[in-house]
């Protein structure tokens, strides 16, 4: 799925300024989705098998890629009746849509450690803008190459955006993402 992506990633470091490239590292990646529910609680769904790619020039953190794939097919859910709803065609409807994807594009540093990422998140088969706040545990402007960085990030999505209408009483409409990625040197 990331051939192309990955294998642009892939082209060795060069001398100077050039992009530090990474691939995810899943066993030490998470994401999570939690919605409102009854308005009194919330439901989490976590997503346990991912793959992904980036691509950081240290100083021109704003031409950043970020690519990554989260299987809906893999999500797991409080308890049996939630994941076979999350599952069904009124939510992810994994059958016909088996992915999720982040596409970011552009990376606007708010601190050493922080910022926001530009980019489109697909799922459904509805591709929307959306926003991704991070924070690095290595400022990514000045990791060496070489080195391991993780990146956290929250965005919250309207669940109905993306044709996930049902439920509207009982289930909240804005989902909170979480996103745990280990990216390690490719």
Same mark, same amino acid.
């Given at each position: 799925?990331?051939?192309? $992506?990955?294998?642009?990633?892939?082209?060795?470091?060069? /001398? @100077? #300024?050039?992009?530090?490239? *990474?691939? /995810?590292?899943? !066993?030490?990646? !998470?994401?999570?989705?939690?919605?409102?529910?009854? @308005?009194?609680?919330?439901?989490?769904?976590?997503?346990?098998?991912?793959?992904?790619?980036? !691509?950081?020039?240290?100083?021109?953190?704003?031409?950043? /890629?970020?690519?990554?794939?989260? &299987?809906?097919?893999?999500?797991?859910?409080? &308890?049996?009746?939630?994941? #076979?709803?999350?599952? @069904?065609?009124? $939510? $992810?409807?994994?059958?016909? +849509?088996?992915?999720?994807?982040?596409?970011?594009?552009?990376?606007?540093m708010t601190g050493a450690k922080?910022?926001?990422? &530009?980019?489109?998140?697909?799922?459904?088969?509805?591709?929307?803008?959306?926003?991704?706040?991070?924070?690095?545990?290595?400022?990514?402007?000045?990791?060496?190459?070489?080195?391991?960085?993780?990146?956290?990030?929250?965005?919250?999505? &309207?669940?109905?955006? *993306?044709?996930?209408? !049902? +439920? =509207?009483?009982?289930?909240?409409? =804005?989902?909170?993402?979480r996103l745990k990625a280990r990216?390690?040197?490719?």
């Amino acid at each position: 799925m990331f051939k192309p $992506f990955v294998a642009l990633l892939a082209a060795p470091l060069l /001398l @100077g #300024n050039a992009p530090l490239a *990474y691939v /995810l590292d899943a !066993s030490a990646s !998470s994401v999570s989705a939690k919605v409102p529910f009854f @308005g009194l609680s919330s439901k989490t769904a976590t997503f346990p098998e991912m793959t992904g790619a980036v !691509s950081i020039t240290p100083d021109q953190p704003d031409a950043a /890629l970020i690519d990554v794939t989260i &299987d809906a097919r893999a999500l797991k859910a409080p &308890d049996t009746a939630t994941l #076979n709803r999350l599952r @069904g065609e009124k $939510f $992810f409807w994994v059958e016909k +849509y088996p992915s999720v994807r982040f596409v970011g594009t552009r990376l606007t540093m708010t601190g050493a450690k922080s910022g926001k990422v &530009d980019g489109k998140l697909t799922a459904r088969g509805v591709t929307r803008s959306e926003t991704l706040a991070v924070t690095f545990d290595t400022p990514p402007t000045s990791a060496a190459a070489g080195q391991a960085v993780t990146l956290n990030g929250t965005m919250t999505i &309207d669940r109905r955006d *993306y044709g996930m209408k !049902s +439920y =509207q009483l009982i289930v909240g409409k =804005q989902v909170t993402i979480r996103l745990k990625a280990r990216m390690v040197p490719n």
